[in-house]
C-alpha cells in the first residue's frame, strides 16, 4: 500500500453503491479464492490488521476493539494513494440488470458495517 504523501495525491470520491471498473492497487476486495486473496490491496490489509493484531487481542473492551478497526478501515480510505476501497463483485443477475454483459468484472463499494 502506498502512503499519501506530498504531491499528486489522488483520492477517490466514492460513495457506498458506487460502481467501479477499474480497480487500484490499495482497493481491498470482499470475497474468497485466490483472485481477492492475491490483489495487492488485500495482501497489503492482511498485513495492516496483523499489525494490529495483538494490540486488538489485549483489550476486552469492545469499544477499544471497534476503534481499532476503525483506525485500519480510515488508514486504508484516507491514507492512501490512491485511497483503497471496500468492495463487492457483482452478481451475474447485478450485472444484467445494470446494463453490464455477464461474466464482466465489475464491483460496488460496500459499507463498513
Known amino acids: 500500500m502506498n502512503p499519501k504523501g506530498g504531491r499528486g495525491v489522488r483520492?477517490?470520491?466514492?460513495?457506498?453503491g458506487?460502481?467501479?471498473?477499474?480497480l487500484s492497487e490499495n482497493d481491498?476486495?470482499?470475497?474468497?479464492?485466490s483472485g481477492p486473496n492475491d490483489h495487492p490491496g488485500n495482501v497489503a490489509f492482511r498485513q495492516l490488521t496483523l499489525s494490529r493484531k495483538a494490540e486488538y487481542l489485549?483489550?476486552?473492551a469492545r469499544a477499544e476493539k471497534a476503534k481499532i478497526a476503525s483506525e485500519?478501515?480510515?488508514q486504508v480510505q484516507k491514507e492512501l494513494d490512491p485511497a483503497?476501497?471496500?468492495l463487492k463483485k457483482m452478481?451475474?443477475?447485478?450485472?444484467?440488470e445494470k446494463g453490464f454483459k455477464?461474466?464482466?468484472?465489475?464491483?460496488?463499494?460496500?459499507d463498513q458495517d
Not at 11 to 16: A, L
Not at 91 to 96: F, Q
Not at 102 to 110: I, L, P, S
Open 11 to 16: 483520492e477517490h470520491k466514492t460513495n457506498v
Open 102 to 110: 455477464e461474466g464482466q468484472d465489475v464491483w460496488v463499494v460496500v
Open 58 to 60: 489485549s483489550t476486552s
Open 84 to 86: 483503497g476501497r471496500f
Open 72 to 74: 485500519i478501515v480510515d
Open 18 to 22: 458506487d460502481v467501479i471498473e477499474i
Open 91 to 96: 452478481g451475474p443477475a447485478e450485472l444484467l
Open 28 to 33: 481491498v476486495l470482499c470475497g474468497r479464492g
